[in-house]
């Protein structure tokens, strides 16, 4: 007779409806995978063959069949409209073979309509059976992350490697974590907040569309340069005589190169010096840039002593404002 399904699902052959449902209830939650995770091949085995037990036994055809013909007799049978000279269970070229249905599906059908005729739902991987089916075209929300990147690659450009974890389901359907590595092309110029998105990158679950991976730019500070908009602002200290007679400012750019700064004017307390082009490159047209900005601040000498002061005076008497 093949497999015993009565005896699977601990029932007599007389076993009537509510008794199937109440024994498979108890088998099914005992060896559900989800709560075998220590024997979880065990387990699956059990559960496959107890909610097969239950949708044949369930069933008054399946079950007549089985009865009659065991499980290789109903494994044989098709099911849909007799034709002339078939089988006395239906043999039809119109039917189709019956095949154990997913344990999984038969499970998640009886806890959604519950055996007391109450909606009940189980809940597997965060997404219930009733969702699974129903959910269809839902899609998680997005995962937004953070993306640090140092003024240097928003400036020329740079390619990051992103290390990610995410389930999957295997080829049984059951979750693993799987590490994949996501390749992102900063661009130049590209600004604090700018997203990037990987469609359907998120964890996979049950009748859910993977969530988007969003990677969200943000700027490291810089020891040197801070950013505005388009334009990089560099702070310079200078001192009194620097900033009366003149004096020559050496910066590196953020590209490497060396940058010579003449500065002849008289600079006043809070005057600030822009550089036109030196700025940072602007992302639609990384052929132009914005400007540097150096802002000045004159250091005063702390005290002064009686010949420095005459010959400040001196010198300055005859100054023209």
Known sequence: MGVDYYNILKVSRSATEEDLKKSYKRLAMKWHPD??????KEAE????????????LSDPQKRQIYDLCGEEGLKA??????????GPYGNSDSGFRYNPRDAEDVFAEFFSSGSSGKS????????????????????????ESKLACSLEELYKGARKKMKISRVVPDEFGKPKTVDEILKIDIKPGWKKGTKITFPEKGN?????????LIFVVDEKPHAVFKRDGNDLVVNQKISLLEALTGQTLNLTTLDGRNLTIPVTDIVKPGRELAIQNEGMPISKDPSKRGNLIIKFEVIFPSRLTVEQKSDLKRVLSGAVN
């Open 120 to 143: 009940r739902v189980f809940y597997r991987n965060g997404v219930s059976g009733e969702a699974a089916r129903n959910q269809g075209n839902a899609k998680a929300a997005a995962i």
């Open 204 to 212: 996979q679950e049950p009748g859910v569309t993977p969530a988007d």
């Open 35 to 40: 709560k075998n995770r220590a024997n979880n």
């Open 45 to 56: 085995a059990k559960f496959k063959q107890i909610s097969e037990a239950y949708d044949v």
């Open 77 to 86: 049978t098709e099911f849909g409209t007799p034709s002339h000279g078939g």
